[in-house]
């Protein structure tokens, strides 16, 4: 059996000590997330989060570092999830275009009105990921590397 994990990514913006998050309908429930979503084909890791916060949020997002590399398995789902989480800024909101289906909307939230029982994650994710930012980690951009499929071509012919 091939084990294929769900590539996504997610992104961390901090405006005055909120943070932006998505609320969205899943399986009937309203929960909160990180704006997020799957690595689309031919893509790369900050162009993913860029459309992604735009799809889920209406905001223009620009990458700054990478704050963490998460594997995560829901058990419910039997689905594992690799995650790479983005800090970055908030430039511009798109009040007028729509987002994708399910989400509710964008809001600002502070880590202690995420961590309040009344609310409802979406995972764990959500709040490992702020806490991770919140800790001061942040890696490089360059830390992540998309090959021109060309350049494989050339190396698998000279194997």
């Not at 913006?13 to 909120?18: K, S, V, Y």
């Not at 970055?88 to 994708?100: A, T, Y």
Request: net charge positive; glycine share 6%.
């Amino acid at each position: 059996m091939t084990w294929t994990p769900h590539v996504t990514v997610a992104a961390i913006a901090e405006q005055d000590q909120r943070f932006l998050v998505v609320e969205e309908k899943i399986r009937g429930r309203l929960v909160v997330n990180n704006p997020a979503g799957h690595l689309e084909a031919g893509e790369s890791f900050a162009d993913a989060v860029r459309r992604e916060t735009l799809e889920e949020a209406g905001w223009e997002f620009e990458p700054q570092a990478i704050t963490g590399i998460y594997l995560w398995t829901n058990v419910t789902l039997q689905t594992t999830f690799l995650r790479i989480t983005f800090y970055g800024h908030c430039i511009r909101q798109h009040k007028e275009r729509p987002l994708d289906a399910g989400i509710v909307g964008p809001k600002w939230m502070t880590r202690a009105e995420l961590a309040r029982p009344s609310v409802q994650l979406r995972s764990p994710l959500v709040l490992r990921c702020i806490d991770d930012y919140l800790a001061g980690r942040r890696f490089p951009l360059n830390l992540l590397a998309r090959l021109d499929p060309a350049a494989s071509k050339l190396t698998a012919a000279r194997g």
